[in-house]
T-cell receptor
Framework: EAGVTQSPTHLIKTRGQQVTLRCSPI?????VYWYQQALGLGLQFLLW???????NRGNFPPRFSGRQFPNYSSELNVNALELEDSALYLC??????????????FGSGTQLSVL | AQKVTQAQTEISVVEKEDVTLDCVYE???????LFWYKQPPSGELVFLIR??????QNEISGRYSWNFQKSTSSFNFTITASQVVDSAVYFC??????????FGAGTRLAVHP
C-alpha cells in the first residue's frame, strides 16, 4: 500500500514568488496535516484538513493557505515567499478523527529553498 | 496551553550503550495522547509509540522501552544496546481531543560504531 506522497521533493524559488506543494494521503485517510520544519525550529504545525474542511490552523500568516480536494489530496500554497520560508514541508495523513488518538503517517517532505 | 519540552538537543553515544531521551509535557486536559516519532536522515517521520493519558503501563518493544509518568508529566524513551541505525532525530508529541499534534523540538541521537 502506498504511503503519503508529496511532490515535488525539492523546489527552489526566489523571494516574492508563489509556490504550491502537493500531498496525497494514504488510501482511506480523510485527514491531512501540514507541518513546517525549518532549521533549528522543530516541527511547526501549519494546517489541518479533514473531510475537505480546514479544522485547525497554526500561527502562520495568511499567505500560507491550502485546501483539500474531494479525493482527500491536499495543496499547500505559499504566496510572496520570504527567505525564512525555506524549510522542509511535511505532510501527514490519518484516519478520521476520533478524539486525538489517530497516528499520523508522514511523507518524506518537500524541501523548499527561497533565494 | 499544550507544550512539549525535549531538553536534550543532541546526544552522542557509542554503539551498545543504553540511551534515554527525555520528554516533559504540559496540558490542562485530562484526556490526551502522547507519541514518539523517529526522523531518520531520509526526512520521513516514523511512528514509534502512542500512549493515552489513562494508561500508565510502561512498555517494552524489543530494544525500545517507554516510561510514562503522569505525576511528573514525563514520557521518556529508552533504547537499549543502541545501534548505528538508531541514529536519527526523535520527536515527542502531544495531542488532546480534536486538536493539533504538538511536537517537541526533537533530540538528535548519534550512535557511533
Amino acid at each position: 500500500e502506498a504511503g503519503v506522497t508529496q511532490s515535488p521533493t525539492h523546489l527552489i524559488k526566489t523571494r516574492g514568488q508563489q509556490v504550491t506543494l502537493r500531498c496525497s494521503p494514504i488510501s482511506g485517510h480523510t485527514s491531512v496535516y501540514w507541518y513546517q520544519q525549518a532549521l533549528g525550529l522543530g516541527l511547526q504545525f501549519l494546517l489541518w484538513y479533514d473531510e475537505g474542511e480546514e479544522r485547525n490552523r497554526g500561527n502562520f500568516p495568511p499567505r500560507f493557505s491550502g485546501r483539500q480536494f474531494p479525493n482527500y489530496s491536499s495543496e499547500l500554497n505559499v504566496n510572496a515567499l520570504e527567505l525564512e520560508d525555506s524549510a522542509l514541508y511535511l505532510c501527514a495523513s490519518s484516519s478520521r478523527g476520533t478524539g486525538g488518538r489517530e497516528k499520523l503517517f508522514f511523507g518524506s517532505g518537500t524541501q523548499l529553498s527561497v533565494l | 496551553a499544550q507544550k512539549v519540552t525535549q531538553a536534550q538537543t543532541e546526544i552522542s553515544v557509542v554503539e551498545k550503550e543504553d540511551v534515554t531521551l527525555d520528554c516533559v509535557y504540559e496540558t490542562r486536559d485530562t484526556t490526551y495522547y502522547l507519541f514518539w516519532y523517529k526522523q531518520p536522515p531520509s526526512g520521513e517521520l516514523v511512528f514509534l509509540i502512542r500512549r493515552n493519558s489513562f494508561d500508565e503501563q510502561n512498555e517494552i518493544s524489543g530494544r525500545y522501552s517507554w516510561n510514562f509518568q503522569k505525576s511528573t508529566s514525563s514520557f521518556n524513551f529508552t533504547i537499549t544496546a543502541s545501534q548505528v541505525v538508531d541514529s536519527a532525530v526523535y520527536f515527542c508529541a502531544l495531542r488532546n481531543g480534536y486538536n493539533k499534534l504538538i511536537f517537541g523540538a526533537g533530540t538528535r541521537l548519534a550512535v557511533h560504531p
